[in-house]
C-alpha cells in the first residue's frame, strides 16, 4: 500500500512539472517572437543599420577663434557640439554610471537584475532602464506616451535597438553619444553647451560636484531646473554623490564635503544676440551662407548633391579672432563709449539743444529724418502688413508704450521705460555709435571686430556695413602718392599758406582753397612731417596739386579702397567715404613694408568628421616700395610724437581737466614705437583713429547714427577725443597680457634707405657732400 501511496504522489505531480516547462518554453519563446516582430517593425519603424551607424542629431556650427576658444555657434533649435568620449571627465562618467546604471559595464544593453527588481517592486525601487536603453530612446523612440499599450511597445523597441547599439558601439562611444544627445534645456543641447551654459566651462573642467548637477538634471531637466528649482536640483546633486560614494568612485568623506558645498551656477546663456564677437558672427553667417551656395556637399551615391546647413551640420569654422584680443576690444570700447555719451548726454539737454540731438539743421529736414526712420521701422512695416491705414500707423507712433530701450547706466545695457514710439526713435539716434577692427598686418589675420556698441539694440555692422567720411585718416594716401610719384621726403618743406587750386585743373569745376581747420595759416615752411602730424590742409592742398588726383586714386584702389572715389583734389581733406574695414586693410601696407594683404577672417572650414572642406589662400598684392612704406611709417610716427596723437604719451596741461573726463584711460603712457593718424570730419560729424605697431593695425570709428548728431565743437568733436581712446585703453589691455605678443619693437626699416628721414640734415647739405665727393674722385693724387 506505500508503495503504491508514493508512485502516485510522483505521478500526480507530472502535469505541474510538464505545464510548467511548457508554460516557460513558451514566454522564452514569446519573447522571442516579440522582439522578432519588434525588429521586424511589427511595432512601429525600427532604425536601419544605416541609421544605427550614422544616428541622425542636429549639430550646431562652431565658430572657434585663433586662440582654441568657442566663440559662439549658429543653430536652429538644437545647439549641439559633440564631445568625444576622451574629452569627458572622469567625475562626469562615474557620476552617470553610479546613478543612471551601475551594472553598465556588465549587460550587453538590458539590465536583467534591474528588470526583475522593477518588476517584484513596480519600480519602486528604481527603473531598469540602462544607459543604451535611454540612448535607444532619445535618438529613435521618443518621449515615452501615456497609452498603456504604445508604452509597453516603445519599451520592447527600446530594448532592441540597445542590444543593438552595443554591438555596433563600444561602452564609451555609448556614453559619449548619451552626453551629447540629452537636452539639459536654455538651449543647451548636449554635454558640451550644458557645461557652458550652467557653468562657463568647458565639460574637461567640470568638478565633481558640478557634474552630479548635471547628471541629477538627466532624470528630467525641466523639473531639475537649476536656474528655477536650485533647492530641489541640490538634494537630487547630493543624491548623485551619494550614488558615487555608495559605488566606491569617491570616499565618504568627500561625499560629506562635497554635500555641504553650494551650488555654484555660472549662468551663461548662448543666443546668436548675446555673448563674444556678436557683430563679427552675424558678419560670418552671412559669408557662410554665401560659401554653402558656391561649394555643394559631394555627390551622393544616387547621384545627388545636396547643400550645406550652417545651422544642422556641425560645420567648424576656424577663424583669426584672438577672444582674448575681442574682449579687450570690447571692453575698451564699452568703457569709452559710455564716458563719451554721458558728455553728449550733458551737451544736448533740450534746454541747451531744442533741436536735440541734431544740429545744424532746419525743423523741415529733421521732420524728414524722422520721417524716413518711422517708415524704416519694424513696427510700420508690421502694421502695414496687418492691413492698418497709414492714419492708424502713424497714430500709433504717438501713442505712450511699454518698452525696454539701451541704457549705459544699467549693469545689463538695458531698461524698462514707457516711450512714443516717435520718442523711441529719437532717442536711438542721440546714442553714439562706434566701430573697429584690428588686423596683424603680415598675415591680414583680423584680430578683433567691433561693430557697434550693443548688438541687440544696434544690429547694423559699422565695421563693414557702414561708409563714412574718412577726414585727415586719408590724407597719407596723398603723402604716400607724394613719395613714391615724386620722390619726395618727409623732411622736404613746403608754406603754411592758402593755396588755391584754379578752375578746370584737375578736372576742378570751380576754384579750390581749403582752409586749414583753425582758420589761420602761420606763413612758415614746414616739413611734410610736421603737416601730417598736425593735419595742416594747405601742405595737403599743394601735395594733391603737384601729384595729382589721378595717382592718389591709384594707389588707394591697390590698397583695397574699392568705393567711388572722384578724380578731384578735394578727397586729399577725406571727402570720399569708406569704412573702417577697408581702412585698417590700407593702413596694414604701411605696416607690411609695402605689400598689401586682404583682411581675412576664416582660415579653414571642416565637416563633422574633421575633414577639411576650405582653407583660405592669402591675397596680396605689391603696392609700394620699403622706403615709401617705410617713409609713410615714419611720418605717421610724427603723429604721435608730436601731433594730434601726441596724448598717448604725454600729460594733459593742468587747465584740461573738465577734458580729461571723456579720455577715458588717460595717461596712456606708452613709450613704444606708434604710428597712426587722426580724423575728424565737418562739423565734427566724424571721429578716426588708425593706430599701428609693427604687428598690429586698429582702426576705431566714432560717430552718430546721422552726420547732424554731433558735438558742437572740435573740442570733444575730433577723433583724438572720440576715437583714439578707444585704441588706448585697447592697447593698454593687450599690452597686460604678454602672451597675445603684441610688439612694443621699433618697425623694421629697409636694408638701404635712400629717401631722407634726418630731418635736422638738410637736402642742399646732403647735395653739397655728394659734390664735394665727385670732385675729389675726379682729382689725380
Known amino acids: 500500500m506505500a508503495k503504491t501511496r ?27 517572437l516579440v522582439f522578432l516582430l519588434a525588429a521586424w517593425g511589427a511595432f512601429g519603424e525600427m532604425p536601419t543599420f544605416e541609421r544605427l551607424e550614422n544616428p541622425q542629431t542636429n549639430l550646431a556650427t562652431e565658430i572657434i577663434s585663433s586662440d582654441g576658444a568657442t566663440l559662439g555657434k549658429f543653430y536652429l533649435d538644437d545647439n549641439r557640439t559633440p564631445v568625444a568620449y576622451e574629452d569627458l571627465p572622469r567625475n562626469l562618467v562615474n557620476a552617470l554610471v553610479a546613478t543612471e546604471d551601475a551594472r553598465y559595464y556588465e549587460h550587453s544593453g538590458i539590465d536583467g537584475i534591474g528588470f526583475l527588481r522593477a518588476v517584484a517592486f513596480l519600480g519602486q525601487r528604481g527603473g531598469a532602464s540602462t544607459i543604451s536603453q535611454q540612448l535607444a530612446r532619445q535618438l529613435f523612440v521618443g518621449v515615452r506616451s501615456k497609452n498603456l499599450f504604445q508604452a509597453v511597445t516603445q519599451k520592447i523597441k527600446e530594448w532592441v535597438i540597445a542590444t543593438r547599439l552595443e554591438r555596433n558601439y563600444t561602452k564609451q562611444e555609448i556614453i559619449a553619444m548619451y552626453m551629447n544627445i540629452y537636452d539639459f534645456g536654455y538651449n543647451a543641447d548636449g554635454i558640451r553647451s550644458a557645461s557652458r551654459i550652467y557653468f562657463g566651462k568647458e565639460p574637461g573642467d567640470l568638478k565633481t560636484e558640478e557634474s552630479a548637477v548635471l547628471v541629477g538634471m538627466l ?11 536650485e533647492e530641489l536640483v541640490l538634494g537630487r546633486r547630493n543624491t548623485v554623490l551619494s550614488q558615487m560614494e555608495k ?168 531698461k524698462d521705460t514707457v516711450l512714443t514710439p516717435l520718442d523711441s526713435i529719437r532717442y536711438y539716434k542721440t546714442i553714439l555709435r562706434t566701430a573697429m577692427m584690428s588686423m596683424e598686418p603680415q598675415t591680414g589675420h583680423v584680430k578683433a571686430w567691433v561693430g557697434g556698441i550693443n548688438y541687440k539694440h544696434f544690429q547694423y555692422d559699422n565695421v563693414i556695413q557702414g561708409a563714412r567720411q574718412a577726414g585727415s585718416t586719408f590724407k597719407p594716401f596723398v603723402y604716400a602718392a607724394a613719395i613714391d610719384q615724386l620722390r619726395m621726403s618727409p623732411c622736404d618743406e613746403l608754406p603754411d599758406s592758402q593755396y ?63 568705393r567711388e572715389i572722384p578724380e578731384v583734389p578735394s578727397i586729399a581733406l577725406g571727402t570720399p567715404d569708406f569704412n573702417v574695414y577697408e581702412m585698417v586693410g590700407a593702413y596694414g601696407t604701411f605696416a607690411n613694408q609695402g605689400v598689401y594683404v586682404k583682411p581675412v577672417m576664416v582660415t579653414r572650414i571642416e565637416d563633422k568628421n574633421g575633414t577639411v572642406l576650405y582653407e583660405y589662400v592669402p591675397e596680396t598684392k605689391d603696392v609700394l616700395s620699403k622706403e615709401v612704406s617705410y617713409a609713410m611709417i615714419n611720418l605717421l610716427e610724427g603723429v604721435t610724437e608730436g601731433g594730434s596723437g601726441t596724448r598717448l604719451r604725454h600729460s594733459f596741461a593742468k587747465d584740461q581737466d573738465v577734458y580729461k573726463e571723456i579720455i577715458t584711460g588717460y595717461p596712456y603712457e606708452f613709450t613704444n614705437p606708434i604710428a597712426g593718424k ?10 578716426w583713429f588708425m593706430g599701428m605697431v609693427p604687428n598690429l593695425v586698429t582702426g576705431v570709428w566714432v560717430g552718430g547714427e546721422e552726420r547732424a548728431t554731433h558735438f558742437k565743437t572740435i573740442y570733444y568733436g575730433q577723433g583724438a577725443s572720440m576715437a583714439l581712446p578707444i585704441w588706448g585703453l585697447y592697447m593698454k589691455k593687450n599690452y597686460a597680457n604678454p602672451d597675445l605678443g603684441v610688439s612694443k619693437e621699433e618697425f623694421t626699416a629697409p636694408e638701404n634707405m635712400s629717401i631722407n628721414l634726418d630731418c635736422t640734415k638738410t637736402v642742399e647739405t646732403e647735395q653739397e657732400t655728394d659734390d664735394l665727393e665727385d670732385d675729389l674722385g675726379d682729382l689725380d693724387f
Request: hydrophobic residues 30%; proline residues 5%; aromatic residues 10%.
Open 6 to 32: 508514493k508512485k502516485s504522489d510522483k505521478t500526480s505531480f507530472v502535469p505541474f512539472i510538464k505545464w510548467f516547462w511548457i508554460l516557460f518554453f513558451s514566454g522564452v519563446l514569446a519573447i522571442f
Open 219 to 229: 532624470k528630467n531637466s525641466s523639473l531639475y531646473n537649476p536656474i528655477r528649482r
Open 247 to 414: 559605488y566606491g568612485y569617491i570616499t565618504e568623506d568627500e561625499k560629506d564635503s562635497l554635500q555641504q558645498l553650494k551650488m555654484d551656477i555660472n549662468f551663461s546663456p548662448e543666443s546668436h544676440r548675446e555673448g563674444l564677437a556678436t557683430y563679427f558672427r552675424m558678419y560670418l553667417q552671412g559669408y557662410l551662407n554665401g560659401w554653402i551656395k558656391k561649394n555643394p556637399k559631394p555627390v551622393t551615391q544616387e547621384g545627388e548633391r545636396d547643400t550645406w546647413n550652417i545651422y544642422l551640420d556641425g560645420l567648424k569654422v576656424y577663424t583669426t579672432i584672438d577672444s582674448r584680443m575681442q574682449k579687450n576690444a570690447e571692453e575698451a570700447v564699452s568703457e569709452h563709449m559710455k564716458n563719451l555719451q554721458a558728455e553728449f548726454f550733458n551737451q544736448n539737454t533740450p534746454k541747451r539743444n531744442p533741436t536735440t540731438p541734431f544740429l545744424d539743421l532746419e525743423r523741415q529736414e529733421i521732420n524728414r529724418i524722422m520721417e524716413r526712420a518711422m517708415k524704416n521701422s519694424d513696427r510700420w512695416k508690421k502694421m502695414k502688413a496687418a492691413g492698418k491705414t497709414e492714419e492708424e500707423i502713424r497714430q500709433s507712433f504717438n501713442e505712450k508704450t511699454e518698452m525696454t530701450v539701451f541704457d549705459w547706466n544699467s549693469e545689463t545695457q538695458e
Open 500 to 562: 588755391c587750386i584754379e578752375a578746370g585743373k584737375h578736372g576742378n569745376p570751380e576754384p579750390w582753397c581749403p582752409n586749414n581747420s583753425d582758420g589761420r595759416y602761420s606763413g612758415d615752411m614746414f616739413t611734410l612731417k610736421h603737416s601730417l602730424a598736425n593735419s595742416v590742409n594747405s601742405v595737403t592742398a599743394q601735395l594733391i596739386d603737384q601729384v595729382g588726383p589721378k595717382p592718389v586714386v591709384s594707389i588707394v584702389r591697390n590698397l583695397g579702397l574699392t
Open 678 to 687: 587722426t580724423g575728424t570730419t565737418q562739423n565734427h560729424s566724424d571721429g
